[in-house]
């Protein structure tokens, strides 16, 4: 079943003539949500959203909308999104109408409306919510069976990998919006061969290329989320980058996970793409049929038919040397989620199954995104073949993983014949020095 409207119309075309240039990321089929203020002002942050190169700032347009629309504004007037989240699909789509009509080409109220627009290069991003909690997922079965044969060579996947969606609870108050600059993480690490374990800078920093899922209304404690109402408490999907120091995972990681290998710092892009936007590029979600099949809590024919979503990834990297010489950014690898073992919707539903409440805000990661083939990895410890393997980058250096003053950038967009390119901006982070 499809739920195409007029918002998805490819023949929309947008007023923003920027909007209109095949490789942008924001048409006005996409209209992603974020928050911005102009750099370097003292101004609040405030709810926006994209379309060409500008911020349409919802804020300051609080009288363009009616009924459902302007009830769904307002909850976006102040410096998170998290009240819209909260109100569910209903005032997210009535919000994503009103917002097409009065941003494409024609709109009566378009010469109006360009003072509500500021130039995002001109604007600085905070985070898109106050995120309650965050919970990491472990959804490619190619990723979790490359890097637990490094973990555990004779025991790659452990024997629940094809029955549970496998997550841990991260950590929230580390999440950082693209632009992010850390320090390299200290820890303990055990070298294999050493008796003891030492102290100091992680010798093994490693990227993870994810997407994000930011929960809309939640649910309360006690009552489950049922696949066949996940959808509807999916505000949409964010880029997101799980910073992983692969020394301190490998010392500390048994038996309760991963603790101080992964809190310390977590990436996301600003804007949020709503799953209503990403309706072109849903798809089929097959399981392999030697593979276990979902039990039924995580089965439906909704699910199967369109429960994936076509969205393509990648990872570039650019050295601080690369910078200084003016050479810019390689692309490491590319992914895409669809090949994902889980859908967003079965990792809502089973993180609900035992009656947990989700929040407005909260953030689902999907886990590394590796893919069927062996180029598509989604972290530099598959990339390197666990630092064994280095790659040579266009410089002359060498990464085995991530070192000081390299900034990591992911992308993400949507791409299917008949329809305007959507994206997601970039999610880029900076590694500096140990403090
Ligand atoms: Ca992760």
């Known amino acids: 079943m499809t739920r195409l409207n007029e918002t998805h119309d490819p023949e929309l075309k947008s007023w923003v003539d920027a909007a209109n240039a095949a490789q942008c990321d924001f048409p006005v089929q996409n209209l992603p949500f974020g928050v911005f203020r102009r750099k370097g002002s003292d101004e609040p942050y405030r709810c926006g959203v994209a379309i060409g190169d500008r911020i349409f700032d919802l804020a300051a ?15 976006c007037a102040g410096s998170t999104l998290n009240a819209f989240m ?3 699909p209903g ?13 494409r080409e024609g709109a009566p109220q378009a010469a109006r409306l360009r003072s509500h627009l500021v130039p995002q290069a001109q604007a600085e991003h905070a985070l898109p919510a106050v995120i309650g909690d965050f919970t990491d997922f472990y959804a490619s079965v190619y990723h979790a069976t490359t890097v637990g044969r490094m973990f555990r060579p004779d025991n790659p996947l452990m024997p629940n990998y094809k029955w549970v969606p496998i997550a841990y609870h991260g950590r929230s108050s580390s999440i950082r919006v693209s632009g992010h600059r850390f320090a390299r993480p200290m820890g303990q690490t055990k070298a294999p061969e050493a008796a003891e374990p030492a102290f ?3 010798k093994r920093l490693d990227y993870e290329l994810e997407l994000g899922i930011f929960t809309g209304p939640g649910n309360e404690a006690g009552r489950r989320v049922p696949l ?22 490998a010392w500390e990681y048994q038996p309760l996970g991963p603790f101080l290998a992964k809190n310390f710092a977590t990436t996301i892009s600003p804007w949020i793409v709503t799953l209503e936007a990403l309706e072109p590029f849903r798809c089929e979600w ?3 049929a030697s593979d276990p099949q979902p039990l039924p809590y995580l089965e439906s024919p909704d699910n199967r038919g369109r429960g994936a979503l ?28 669809r090949h994902a073992y889980w859908t967003a919707f079965q990792m809502l539903a089973h993180h609900t199954s035992n009656g947990c409440n989700l929040q407005p805000g909260d953030l689902l990661g999907t886990g590394t995104q590796s893919g069927p083939d062996a180029k598509d990895v989604g972290s530099i410890l598959e990339l390197t073949a666990g630092g064994k393997s280095p ?22 967009w949507c791409e299917r014949p008949g329809y305007p390119r959507i994206g997601f901006g970039e999610c880029a982070g900076t590694v500096v020095p140990a403090a």
């Open 91 to 103: 005032h997210w789509s009535a919000l994503r109408l009103a917002l097409s009509r009065a941003l």
């Open 86 to 88: 909260a109100l569910g």
């Open 286 to 288: 097959t399981r392999d």
């Open 391 to 412: 790659v040579t980058l266009p410089t002359g250096e060498t990464r085995s993983f991530i070192e000081d003053g390299d900034t990591v950038i992911m992308r993400a």
């Open 61 to 75: 347009a609080q009288t363009e909308f009616e009924g459902d629309a302007a009830v769904a504004a307002a909850a």
């Open 228 to 249: 066949a109402e996940a959808e509807s408490h999916v505000f949409g999907l964010c880029v997101l980058n799980d910073w992983s120091a692969r020394d301190i995972q």
């Open 200 to 202: 100091g800078p992680s």
């Open 310 to 337: 076509d969205v393509q990834l990648e990872v570039c990297l650019e050295t601080a040397k690369a910078r200084a010489m003016g050479m810019g950014e390689t692309r490491l690898s590319r992914g895409n989620f």
